[in-house]
């Protein structure tokens, strides 16, 4: 009986941290495809022929979301230590469980429209000409299977 206890125990300690492997890797993916894919980053840099003033605002925005989303994947990790000691210390889907997953969403939610107002803050500082490939760029690196 013991045993079957523990390897039902061991079943789903390993099921939540596989879920949450799982949804961290997956959040880290997409939100990597959209903060900077290589060509919306080359498009803004390179072919939509920026002036001085427009690179220098842009390096700026870049800078102030480079800060958040380090705040934010910092939160996410902390999630994740807290999702590992709340399973470990129960080895069940105690409420301190949920708590640490709820925490990682809410930070992958906040990275994503973090995320989302930074390519819209570097739209506004686009001319009407570049806005137009810029937006062709954002739909593209949003819509596309990357594989």
Known sequence: MMTATRSLLLTIVLSVVAAA???????????????????????MHKSLD?????????GGLERDYAVRRHALEAEM????????QAIQAKHAYTPAVQQAIDRSHHAMSELQKQSILHVLAMRQVLTSEQTARFDDTVVKALTEDPS
């Open 21 to 43: 492997a799982g949804a961290w890797g997956g959040a880290r993916y997409v939100v990597g495809q959209m903060h900077h894919p290589a060509s919306l980053h080359q498009t």
């Open 50 to 58: 920026l002036t001085t003033e427009q690179d220098q605002r842009i």
């Open 77 to 84: 990790r902390a999630a994740n230590a807290d999702l590992a």
